[in-house]
């Protein structure tokens, strides 16, 4: 069964600080990897994508994440974290091998980034 | 370029009533997606409209219904509204079968069932 786990119910840093936001994946074919953030009250907004090719991939406001294939993990990092990065982060997953196109999300972590 | 759009922003009904739901994808995509997004059961797949035709549904049961129309509007249809049903409802578009990998979700319908 396809599943995403987000071990962190939040994530505290310090404003400069580098972040990382983790999540693992278990799929049966080959897994596509998304990134969104929803600030409050708000839908959710893509932030980047694995689909193939580099396992670094970079995205939207500074955000990049890397694909590790042997660990089925795909962390969100972000080398300063702004204030304005407060939110809660999802990551999705889709099983290359699942026709219904669908996305499976992780619980979601919540990001606070103090001044 | 305009996103995705969705109606109303907040619907309030009562318990055993009707709701209806409706989203606008990005101009040119022709997938539509529902995702449920309720307090401690994180956000669920509901339903996937691919050209006018339902491709696939979640574990929902059936009185959560739709369709898409000709222009790729969606119209999400809640029967017989249960407490439960209350949460953020979502929408997403994207390129279809063919197209872009990545969905991009409206802002939410809220519905609150009392």
């Known amino acids: 069964a396809q599943s995403v786990a987000q071990p962190e119910d939040q994530v505290n840093v310090a404003e400069g600080n580098p972040l990382t936001v983790k999540c693992t994946y278990s799929v049966s074919g080959n897994p596509y990897l998304f990134w969104y953030v929803q600030y409050p009250n708000r839908g959710l907004q893509f932030l980047l994508k694995y689909i193939t090719g580099d396992n670094l991939v970079k995205g939207s406001y500074g955000f990049e994440a890397e694909f590790n294939k042997s660990q089925t993990s795909f962390h969100l990092k972000k080398p300063s974290a702004l204030v304005s990065d407060s939110a809660l982060y999802f990551c999705a997953v889709r099983d290359g091998l699942d026709s219904s196109y669908k996305l499976i999300f992780g619980s979601g972590t919540r990001l606070l980034v103090r001044p | 370029e305009a996103g995705v759009t969705q109606s109303p922003t907040h619907l309030i009904k009562t318990r055993g009533q009707q709701a209806t739901l409706r989203c606008s994808p990005i101009s040119g995509h022709t997938s539509v997606y529902w995702y449920q997004q309720a307090l401690g059961l994180g956000l669920q797949f509901l339903l996937w409209?691919?050209?006018?035709?339902?491709?696939n549904r979640g574990n929902f049961p059936p009185r959560f219904s739709g369709r898409q129309f000709p222009n790729y509007i969606s119209e999400v249809n809640v029967n017989a509204l249960e407490l439960e049903d209350s949460a953020l409802y979502l929408c997403?578009?994207?390129?279809?079968?063919?197209?872009?990998?990545?969905?991009?979700f409206g802002p939410g319908t809220r519905l609150t069932v009392t």
């Open positions: 409209y691919d050209e006018g035709e339902e491709r």
């Open positions: 997403a578009s994207s390129g279809g079968a063919s197209g872009s990998y990545e969905q991009y």
